[in-house]
């Protein structure tokens, strides 16, 4: 079974704090702002995830008006969407996502955000697709605007073993092994006995 998620997030920018994407620090002179660290991204691919399993948003489960949230590492969002799902059976498949923002470029930190993303959802980091667009025609200069969609898959107990045999097939038996041994052993001496 596959389910797809959406999740889009928006935060403004405010001088003298730290600009987290993904949950890693881009070096600009502005950050953004909110009630935790204000990762726009983790934001909205937490809430993506949760959408997935139709499980509600980030708001459900740590509400803005909670002071223990106040500048909260956001990964401790996304770990707390990725119980859910696993709870549900589902593991992510892949990501893709969107940036919106003036500035800064994203282009040359998408690599170690992409790293970083896989490594807190621990998948590669091929399932990871981080792009980013500068708002044309849109009057947004402090706004940075994140967008997510989700792929998560479930499998039943049969498709899991099938999975985890393709990966690493299981050991043969022994009978199963000399019978082949056998055959192979014959069918070589058939060969020899063919040339002379
Ligand atoms: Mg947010």
Redesign the pocket.
Known sequence: MIRIGYGW???EFKKGIPLRIGGVTVPHDRG?S???D???LL??LTDALLGAIAAGD?GTYFPPTDKRWKGAD?ALFLRAALQQIKKAGFHLVNLDSTLILQEPKIGPHAMAIREHMAELLDVDVEEISVKAKTPEGMDMPNTAVAQVVVLLEKRSGRERRAHAEAREPRAENVDTVVEKLVKSASSQRKVTHGRN
Do not use: K, T, Y
Request: no cysteine.
């Open positions: 997030d928006s935060h953004l909110g009630h935790s204000g990762d726009v934001h909205a980030i956001s």
